[in-house]
């Protein structure tokens, strides 16, 4: 194995060390309860938009655990059929979660206390879901085109966009877990934060990759 690959190699598994316990946190506190369509599992905020919530829900559960397959080289190579059906359905899952996702943003609930956070808290999921489509369709459009390189350049971008939703409710959930009464009044620049900062480093990381 070349330097290059051992690195490369090093930092997928660091990578996943470091999200899948996040991953695994939000999949047993927040997806796993809205699965039962009770107002207890989806209290009384989300209630009135059950439906909506419930499969954007199961759409990014398939996406983010279809996600990572989509990048593990020996499983393209030894099996191209799985690996583009997995690709088709990741992409619809998208599809689904996204659309679901602009319409739980769009009404989202304004607090008369806090209006500026409740509507940069809404700008920002409506960013984050239309970012999910355009990554997604960029992506695609680069692999019809046989372009592997670019297709798999916007998938890592799509896929970070992906965990954006998982990051951010984590780290709310964290927040008031430790006590912050002020986490509420935050909610706005916290998802900017959770969605572009990580983009900003993947960006950083797929433009310092030796060209092949």
């Not at 660091?14 to 316990?21: S, T």
């Not at 899952?93 to 808290?121: G, M």
């Amino acid at each position: 194995m070349t330097d290059s690959k051992a690195r490369q190699s090093f930092l997928t598994v660091g990578l996943a060390l470091l999200i899948a316990p996040i991953a695994a946190y939000f999949l047993i506190q927040h997806a796993l309860p809205r699965l039962q369509m009770t107002e207890a599992a989806y209290t009384e905020y989300y209630w009135p938009r059950r439906l909506w919530l419930l499969i954007h829900t199961v759409a990014g559960l398939l996406a983010t655990l279809l996600g990572p397959l989509q990048f593990i080289r020996r499983l393209r190579v030894r099996y191209p059929a799985m690996h583009r059906l997995t690709g088709k359905v990741y992409l619809i899952a998208v599809l689904v979660a996204a659309t679901c996702a602009l319409s739980l943003a769009v009404t989202v609930r304004i607090d008369e206390a806090y209006p500026w956070t409740s509507h940069s808290y809404q700008v920002g999921l409506v960013i984050g879901a239309g970012l999910w489509l355009i990554t997604a369709a960029i992506a695609y459009m680069a692999i019809r085109r046989r372009n592997v390189a670019r297709h798999r350049a916007w998938m890592i971008r799509n896929y970070t966009v992906t965990f954006f939703f998982i990051t951010f409710f984590a780290a709310l959930d964290l927040g008031l877990y430790l006590g912050w009464t002020g986490i509420m009044t935050v909610t706005g620049p916290l998802v900017f934060t959770c969605l572009l900062l990580p983009l900003a480093i993947v960006e950083l990381a797929l433009r310092m990759r030796p060209r092949r």
